[in-house]
């Protein structure tokens, strides 16, 4: 289930994202705190996916001043491949139709391209 994430989830987030550091980079060194900053920022949407009570995919959108671009950053855990396709559909309709797109994509994971 794609959904927002609410700021007392920032350490199950940074979790997330480190387990994805971790496989794909050999560390990972997001914190909570780092987490939790993201909430307050005006110009980034961010969205979890959840599978039986555990957070399995993380994704956000940026925005530029004049709306005009938008960039996704859109990570799974490694225990489950697949679980961030559900992401795309809702961050391409945060972006708007007439809005210039661009993904951030893992280097050396093909089931992300």
Same mark, same amino acid.
Request: no cysteine; glycine share 10%.
């Given at each position: 289930?794609?959904?927002?994430?609410?700021? &007392?989830?920032?350490?199950?987030?940074?979790?997330?994202?480190?387990?994805?550091?971790?496989?794909?980079?050999?560390?990972?060194?997001?914190?909570?705190?780092?987490?939790?900053?993201?909430? !307050?920022?005006?110009?980034?949407? @961010?969205?979890?996916?959840?599978?039986?009570?555990? @957070?399995?995919?993380?994704?956000?959108?940026?925005? &530029?001043?004049?709306?005009?671009?938008?960039?996704?950053?859109?990570?799974?855990?490694?225990?489950?491949?697949?679980?961030?396709?559900? @992401?795309?559909?809702?961050?391409?309709? @945060?972006? !708007?139709?007439?809005?210039?797109?661009?993904?951030?994509?893992? !280097?050396?994971?093909? &089931?992300?391209?």
């Amino acid at each position: 289930m794609v959904r927002e994430p609410h700021p &007392s989830e920032a350490a199950a987030i940074a979790a997330l994202l480190n387990a994805e550091a971790l496989a794909r980079h050999g560390e990972g060194d997001v914190t909570a705190a780092t987490i939790e900053e993201w909430f !307050g920022y005006d110009d980034v949407d @961010l969205r979890v996916v959840e599978d039986r009570g555990a @957070l399995v995919a993380y994704g956000d959108i940026g925005r &530029s001043a004049d709306e005009t671009k938008a960039w996704f950053d859109v990570r799974e855990h490694p225990e489950h491949p697949g679980a961030a396709e559900p @992401l795309w559909p809702v961050l391409e309709d @945060l972006a !708007g139709e007439a809005v210039i797109r661009r993904a951030i994509v893992g !280097g050396g994971d093909e &089931s992300l391209r």
